[in-house]
T-cell receptor
Framework: NAGVTQTPKFQVLKTGQSMTLQCAQD?????MSWYRQDPGMGLRLIHY???????DQGEVPNGYNVSRSTTEDFPLRLLSAAPSQTSVYFC?????????????FGAGSRLTVL | GEDVEQSLFLSVREGDSSVINCTYT??????LYWYKQEPGAGLQLLTY?????DMKQDQRLTVLLNKKDKHLSLRIADTQTGDSAIYFC???????????FGQGTTLQVKP
């Protein structure tokens, strides 16, 4: 049981380049989300999805696109990378437990934009 | 908007109790969570508490919730060096499922 798998683990981009961070889960969870982690700022929600075909914006969605064509996959696209997007990105899938939204996180993807 | 605040750093001696504090602003939060992040890893759920509860205990962990003051704390009894990590509190809305995280508290445990 792999849980939540993120690829790549590390990536260096030049300003203006595009890329996709992949996220896959094998727990059949409906709810998935993307966070970015920056020093002193904790985790901030970028986008989330409550099920296949449905996505919504979080706190910091600008510069990022998502899609959810299957239950398993929730890729995060950077259309034109900027140095401000240098961060560690975490994907999470979650299930409901007596009303609580219990997140399972991937190991993270460290992105550097030069 | 919603906001969650934590102190950034806590240092304790091995065997002592650790208390990590958190304040939040959203009075409609239905659940509050504690996550642990070890170096180079993702976050792992430690425990959560329903907003109608005052306390929850799980082995060495005790969560206290003061809903009136919007204050949450995590007490770790008999703290061990393996407890050294970053601890995040988060508030969640029942409607959307979104979690808002604090900045994280780095717990340093000295032998």
């Amino acid at each position: 049981n792999a849980g939540v798998t993120q690829t790549p683990k590390f990536q260096v981009l030049k300003t203006g380049q595009s890329m996709t961070l992949q996220c896959a889960q094998d727990m059949n969870h409906e709810y998935m989300s993307w966070y970015r982690q920056d020093p002193g700022m904790g985790l901030r929600l970028i986008h989330y999805s409550v099920g296949a075909g449905i996505t919504d914006q979080g706190e910091v969605p600008n510069g990022y696109n998502v899609s959810r064509s299957t239950t398993e996959d929730f890729p995060l696209r950077l259309l034109s990378a900027a140095p401000s997007q240098t961060s560690v990105y975490f994907c999470a899938s979650s299930h409901w437990e007596a009303g609580a939204n219990v997140l399972t996180f991937g190991a993270g993807s460290r992105l550097t934009v030069l | 908007g919603e906001d969650v605040e934590q102190s950034l750093f806590l240092s304790v001696r091995e065997g002592d109790s650790s208390v990590i504090n958190c304040t939040y602003t959203d009075s409609s939060s239905t659940y509050l969570y504690w996550y642990k992040q070890e170096p180079g890893a993702g976050l792992q759920l430690l425990t959560y508490i329903f907003s109608n509860m005052d306390m929850k205990q799980d082995q060495r962990l005790t969560v206290l919730l003061n809903k009136k003051d919007k204050h949450l704390s995590l007490r770790i009894a008999d703290t061990q060096t393996g407890d050294s990590a970053i601890y995040f509190c988060a508030e969640g809305s029942g409607n959307t499922g979104k979690l808002i995280f604090g900045q994280g508290t780095t717990l340093q445990v000295k032998p």
